[in-house]
């Protein structure tokens, strides 16, 4: 199910941890089994229980908890727009507005080709640098202007 | 002292000019030799050099009044003294999870000086006898977690971290742990279930960290601005560090102000700065509006009208004596442009949203509370309703295992206080009392390219 | 002790009690759902906040610790305002659906809600809707009742051992359910029904069949493994409903195994026998009960007269009352046979003669918990002891060394110290082993038997490095225990492993003893429910087959050691009288006389627990049909044959006339052997290891359909491990011809195990597919089918 280097990546953070204490490394696993199968499916979520030596339930409430984690297939590009309020004084709000409008889709849809999914964000600590937009999970783009939103989705191939 | 030599010269100083611009162009300064060059792993060495006994350093933090910067503001030195002595597994956590709506501060001392938090940590091991420490780093900054990675590397093979350190006997790991999304995971119990690889539920408390923490280990969990002003204490004493602030409030501090200013951005001044100083270094009211209101320490704060918080220096006495709290520093500044009703809305989402789900008051309530205030916003508002919210605030507050009840309620209780008429005019009229024009106004998505005042 | 004030009263309470602890000891209630003494404080549900003199806020009183001076207000204003408003928040997303919720009348929260809950609620919003799990046979979910308590998720962790539900999802999104897909496969999995305080999980079996206001309450006995589980038999117009623990900490705490809780439904099984019922001329008719008595009675007198008494062999369930095992051998030597036996799937008697009295636990059950040192020999501990799997489960958590011996490396769900896991003929000489090393270290002689075969130098692995291990454990300690399991007692060299256990126990100056395998593995022996003097054991009635049987209980196809020679014994004998409260198919082959006896629930009668512990209980339903307790059965038959001695009016005469009154606990239990000589085989091939699944090892749960859908219950392949199978050159899912000798075959799926030692092959026993095998020991041939 997961590849040698995610399995290396794995052990790795392993190695970060007390011996006795392999389950801590579970919640990079499951961030890298979504970066090499695109979302978590229960497979995936069980394949690193298993390799962890966790109950695959266990692993389950930590993929269901944090809300980074996919259950579900997104789009190649997912973008998560932060509206909480500090952001929404300046403009998070509209941001995602203006998203959903170029996107033709709602918060936690995926365009028809199945290139983006748009989420509504919590704060990213980055409330400074609204508009803020998080493209899949790791990339942080800041003070989105409608500009510099027509440009990421330019980059996004 | 002036105010810009009170500015901790270890961090690199940079980004309280605010500019968005500035902060690109200088993001390349953070790596070992640039913070070497700034002076920094010399209050380590002088730590180790000297042999400064655990107690001594303690009684240095102590000495520095550091109060915690992760909101609650409790003194560092006497937490550090809390960890018993003879434990032969301890835990050093530090807490980046930095979730708090309005809070961004962390972001950019990880970005600037990752280097200052690991030094702070080193420092506070030594003190405490810990072995193995993890900073916790939230996941939407992935970026910046694989860039502490890298300082981690660094400090690493220079031979402050690991076995030995510096040839003093002292030994000591660190390591990155990533979150993913949850903010209850930076209440400290909950980061500890967390890097177990748990769910984030907090914990009963007692038993507290430096008696049960990490793997059930005794555990120090303090905020990464909270390590990262370790360091420059060591660097100009305890007292001189207590002097740069004001009584009960030592040091300098981090402000994160964002919403309706021309600057928003990182501002650090000494504690007991007034108010309005910060204000006029983020630039001033965006359009020269009118201030309307301030949460002056994160989305859990209660918020405090324009005319009270003009009064107000920015230390945890003075904000607390204005009825709010100092909390983490984040001060979200609204103007004339925004309605509170709707502003209360979207916080009430956030907690309802962030609630862990385990105790009844919190699980249940947020979702209630939100209901309600969602009701309100939207025309449906009923006049029991802004009563009712009290009682079931009053019915979470104080009964739940970790604060993010309180949380959820203290930002309801603010607003009802100073803006209960405009909620009122809310469900009378069924529509908000500043125009939607208006409130459109106050963005700057349309107008304007932001950061550059 | 600390000293505190509840509601006025002054206190005294041990250290580290909780401010809950303390008010149950006070005769206090404090309301609360999330607490559960046997379980993790979660403090989660906050329903039990209490007011504290000096706090600022309420405390929970379950995870609050008693201080002292501490001053406690349980129903202060303050207290009843925030237990009131937690109840309030518990209630608004609750569906008011109690007329149609099985808890309904047994609901905490409905109790509660009438006490705290207002009337009308001010929510108005919404509610939340949880969609169901399918959590196996047993358990039925309706989670959109679930208060998130997680008292079910903590169950699953800490007392059964695997954590197989979560809470997952966070906020009010949080919904408690097992891995996707997966269902509660634990063999303590009933016991999340009695946690729950609402009605989200409950019995799948008993679902919408009657309201607990219903059902009469009656107290009863396990009557399947060695605990004796206390057990409230619910009952509604002579039928038993639902079955549920009898709270007693010295025996089963206040849990039950899925086996005790759920294998009533056997009790109203299609297969009762609620008729007497005789074969002539190979037809079966339902008779009166005195024709069939007659019947029986002039069959036993006919072999008697024709082939002396000595033809005659009674084999008995070791699940039968003590009454019954009693006065069944009564009428066995009152005809002049000591041909009885309740060791059903034993397969050494060379202890016999040799015992100093009847074997058991050794020790009191409760006792378990107090070891810091334990040997567990040769036992499917969890799935044949389940409770007593769960006391050692908690004892390792606390610290116990717990190291086994065996033929199977299952997941015990236990912290493990060691393991040695060997092919059956070699687990006496793994013991051996550890005798030696202990003597060793002990600078102890070892007893000269011994040492011959060990100076040979064949060792089970290494160095002994295992035997060493678990010697150096045992020698640590200041309480340890050797306990021998049902495969220990099964084993064809059961003498020597208990010899060898007697001078391991002897050389640490520990206790050891037998788990006992049935409700009456002790009370057999007890009731001398044993062959006397020059009569045979149960193997060997079978092994030289007898003219008629007496059944007691028993389905010997399946109940034996030997099945296939079980059945073949009882198909050349000229007569087969059965007492059963089912008719089986085998039986209806074999037998002569089918006479209808009452279960457990409906007779009174005594099990006698492994710890010797003496438990009577009375019928708790009228027996079904022409149903009739196998004591006055066999009373009408003693006196039909004119035996002496059956002149008992009651079970409670049988029973004191064999205890000697009614004692707490059977006298005359002792686990020494003299005189036995020790054996170490040498390896066999390819070996077989038989388990007796949870499910099929007795006549009643054999036909509780729920349990017979359980993950427990699968039918018996061929298990072995990745060596074997390669050495076989076979693969998981070939179909392979399994053959003893030139005796029983078996047709078997191959299944990799991983646990199976090399050159064995595990199939279980006491199921249909299985008896033709033959013996549970035994040296097999694969072929591919
Ligand atoms: C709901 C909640 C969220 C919190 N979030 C943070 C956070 O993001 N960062 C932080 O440092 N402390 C946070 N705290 C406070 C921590 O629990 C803890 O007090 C702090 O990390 C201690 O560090 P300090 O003493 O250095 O302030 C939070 C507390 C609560 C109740
Ligand atoms: S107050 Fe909320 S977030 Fe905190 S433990 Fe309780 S349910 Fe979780
Ligand atoms: S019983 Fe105390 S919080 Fe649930």
Known sequence: MLSETTLKKIDREVAKYPEAQKQSAVMAALVFAQDELGWLSKDAIAAVADYLDMPAIAAFEVASFYNMYDLAPVGKYKLTVCTNLPCALSGGVHAADYLKQKLGIDFNETTADGKFTLKEGECMGACGDAPVILANNKRMHCFMTPEEIDKLIGECK | ?453 | MLELELDGKALQVPDGSTVIEAAHQAGVYIPHFCYHKKLSIAANCRMCLVEVEKAPKPLPACATPVTNGMKVFTHSDLAVKAQKGVMEFLLINHPLDCPICDQGGECQLQDLAVGYGDGASRYQEDKRVVSNKDLGPLVSTDLTRCINCTRCVRFTQEIAGLMELGQAFRGDRAEIMPFVEKTVDSELSGNIIDLCPVGALTSKPFRFSARTWELARRKSVSPHDGLGSNLIVQVKHDRVMRVLPLENEQVNECWLSDKDRFSYEALNSAERLTRPMVKQDGKWQDVDWNVALDYAAHALRDVTKNHGATAIGALLSPHATLEELALAGKLMRGLGSENIDCRLRQSDFTADGKRRGAPWLGMNVAEIGELDRVLVVGSFLRKDHPLIAQRLRQAAKKGTQISVIHSADDDLLIKLFAKGVVAPSQLPLLLAEVVKAVAEAKGAAIDASLQIVMRSGIQTDGAGATAKQIAASLVSGGNAAILLGNFAQQHPQAATLNALAQQLAELLGCKFGYLGEAANSVGGYVASAVPGGEGLNAAAMLADPRKAYLLLGAEPELDCADGAAALAAMRQASSVIVLSPFKSMAALDYADVLLPVSPFSETSGTFVNTEGRVQSFYAVAKPQGEARPAWKVLRVLGNLLEIDGFGYDSSEQVRDDVLGGKPDFASGLDNGVDGVAIELPAAGAMERIADVPIHFADALVRRAPSLQATADAVAPAARMNAATLAKLAVATGDKVAVKVGAGGTATLAVQLDSGVPDGCIRIAAAHATTAGLGPMFANLTVERA
């Not at chain 2, 979200?332 to 105790?359: H, N, P």
């Not at chain 2, 979702?367 to 009701?375: D, E, Q």
């Open chain 2, 1 to 453: 002292m002036a105010l810009l030599e009170a500015i901790n010269p270890l961090l690199s100083a940079g980004w309280q000019k605010g500019g968005h611009e500035w902060r690109l162009e200088n993001d390349n300064g953070w790596r070992l030799k640039d913070y070497e060059a700034r002076g920094g792993y010399q209050s380590l060495k002088k730590i180790l050099e000297t042999k400064m006994s655990s107690d001594e350093v303690i009684a240095e933090v102590k000495k520095s009044v550091l109060r915690g910067r992760g909101g609650a503001g409790f003194p560092t030195g006497l937490k550090w003294s809390f960890m018993p002595k003879a434990a032969p597994e301890k835990y050093i956590v530090c807490n980046t999870d930095e979730g708090e709506p309005g809070t961004f501060k962390d972001r950019d001392i990880q970005r600037f000086d990752p280097h200052a938090i690991i030094e702070g940590m080193i420092i506070a091991a030594y003190a405490v006898g810990a072995g193995r420490g993890y900073n916790y780093i939230h996941g939407e900054i992935y970026e910046l977690y694989q860039r502490f990675e890298d300082a981690l590397d660094e400090a690493r093979a220079a031979g402050f971290l690991g076995q030995n350190i510096l040839g003093a006997g002292f030994n000591f790991e660190l390591f990155a742990h990533q979150g993913w999304g949850a903010y209850i995971c930076g209440e400290e119990s909950a980061l500890l279930e967390s890097i177990e690889g748990k769910k984030g539920q907090p914990r009963f408390k007692p038993p507290f960290p430096a008696n049960v923490g990490l793997y059930g280990k005794p555990t120090t969990i303090n905020n990464t601005e909270s390590f990262a002003s370790i360091p420059f204490i060591f660097r100009i004493g305890g007292e001189g560090f207590l002097n740069l602030g004001k009584p009960n409030n030592g040091g300098t501090k981090l402000y994160s102000v964002s919403g309706h200013v021309n600057r928003p951005g990182n501002y650090e001044v000494p504690m007991g700065t007034p108010f309005a100083k910060l204000l006029e270094m983020a630039g001033g009211m965006r359009g020269g509006r009118k201030l309307k209101a301030v949460i002056p320490g994160g989305s859990s704060a209660p918020v405090l009208p324009a005319d009270i918080m003009m009064d107000c220096t920015m230390d945890y006495d003075s904000i607390a004596k204005a009825g709010s709290m100092l909390g983490s520093g984040a001060v979200i500044v609204m103007d004339e442009t925004t309605c509170v009703v709707k502003a209360l809305e979207r916080l009430s989402y956030f907690y309802y949203e962030e609630s862990c789900g385990q105790c009844t008051p919190c699980r249940e309530g947020t979702g209630w509370l939100y209901k309600i205030i969602h009701r309100i916003e939207h025309g449906q508002g009923r006049p029991e309703d802004l009563d009712l919210l009290l009682t079931l605030g009053g019915n979470i507050a104080g009964r739940t295992i970790c604060a993010l009840g309180d949380a959820a309620v203290l930002p309801i209780q603010g607003f009802l206080r100073h803006f209960r008429s405009e909620f009122e005019y809310h469900i009378e009229n069924k529509k908000c009392l500043v125009p939607p024009d208006v409130q459109r106004a106050g963005s700057t998505f349309f107008t304007r390219n932001m950061g550059q005042a």
